[in-house]
């Protein structure tokens, strides 16, 4: 048996039955077998996943690293192996000035996890640069290429979470940036910005995360825990009414987006504690494993207890961001309750 603390940055008290890792191309066709031969799940850092049981199955360890760049007269084409860290990649944009992710600096994970949660920060979203996603199909054994528009991108959400979720690999992901620039200062902090560059949205949005995430390194956490909820404009008018400071953000038509964070911190839980397990004291958006002992019963328990307050308060569900694992591969939140207290 394996510990999974190492492998996943919420580091609960947790084991697999096995690891392998997928350090080429070629080393595929082991991850075929090992779907033929009984369960397994595929991660990068383990920044969205948490092993709330322990795991019968193999975790795949993905390692493909690479970058190639490509230009013509209007576009940056960067394609990116899978298993590069997200904002290490971030950061050679920046130094090759091809600018666009700069407002998604230091979201923890790898560049093959972008697609599947569509990964977004103060006012954007990784699929405007998406070109295409690169995969191994485990069922033909073959490399498949997926356009932008298929990879059927939403809030937090892709095909890769849906159709695609049981059968791929992603290898690599193939970029798009326009060489003509526009800073995306929209929301706070950044709008208090005047006429920054790339390099200064990166280093404000660095500054705020340091101040307002933990690192994971010394306690553990996957970052924002729960999504912005989205609810009608009718359910967000009548809560702006009644709190005129509750951020909100047009989504479509028919519905705003709100800020869980503000959610959960008015509703009194910034810094609440259940044990092992806490509401982060300077961002209510993340939960932690603030002693380093915490085991997927606690975490359970303190999630729910923060949907739960929320929903009483103000009629909003909270759904959780993040990737639950439980004794044989991923599981539902609405099921966690009965699988681990039975």
């Known amino acids: 048996m394996f510990s999974t603390k190492p492998l996943h940055s919420f580091h609960l008290s ?4 096995n690891v392998a890792e997928i350090n080429s191309i070629d080393d595929l066709s082991c991850l075929k077998e090992l779907t033929d031969s009984g369960e397994y799940i595929v991660i990068g850092e383990g920044s969205n996943t948490i092993f709330v049981e322990n795991y019968m199955g193999t975790i795949v360890l993905n390692k493909l690293v690479g970058i190639e760049l490509e230009e013509t007269k ?3 084409y960067v394609s990116v192996s899978s298993g590069n860290n997200w904002n290490d990649f971030v950061v050679w944009c920046l130094s090759n000035k091809i600018y666009g992710l700069e407002n998604l600096a230091l979201i923890p994970g790898t560049v093959g996890a972008c697609p599947i949660q ?12 998406i070109d295409n996603v690169e995969y191994y199909d485990l069922e033909s054994g073959q490399i498949c290429t997926l356009d932008n528009e298929l990879c059927e991108f939403g809030y937090r959400d892709s095909i890769f979470k849906h159709d695609l979720k049981f059968n791929t690999f992603i290898t690599k992901v193939n970029f798009k940036f326009p060489k003509t620039w526009q800073p995306q200062v929209d929301y706070a902090p950044l709008n208090k910005l005047t006429n920054p560059s790339a390099n200064e949205i990166y280093d404000k949005v660095c500054e705020v995360r340091a101040l307002k995430l933990p690192d994971p390194k010394t306690i553990g956490n996957a970052g924002s825990f729960f999504k912005n909820p989205i609810v009608s404009n009718k359910k967000a008018d009548e809560l702006i009414y009644q709190y005129e400071d509750l951020p909100n953000y047009h989504f479509n038509s028919t519905s705003k987006k709100l800020a869980a964070g503000w959610l959960i911190e008015k509703a009194g ?3 609440f504690s259940l044990g092992n397990v806490a509401v982060h004291d300077k961002q209510a958006l993340v939960l932690t494993n603030h002693t380093g002992n915490a085991d997927g019963k606690e975490l359970i328990e303190l999630a729910s207890y923060v949907m739960k307050t929320v929903h009483d308060k103000f009629g909003v569900s909270l759904e959780p ?4 694992i439980g004794k044989h591969g991923e599981v539902k939140f609405s099921e966690l309750n009965q699988n681990i207290y039975g």
């Open 74 to 76: 209007d576009h940056f």
């Open 14 to 17: 947790s084991v697999a039955n």
């Open 269 to 271: 839980l910034k810094g």
């Open 118 to 129: 569509n990964i977004g920060a103060y006012g954007v979203e990784v699929k405007k640069f």
């Open 321 to 324: 961001e993040v990737r639950f």
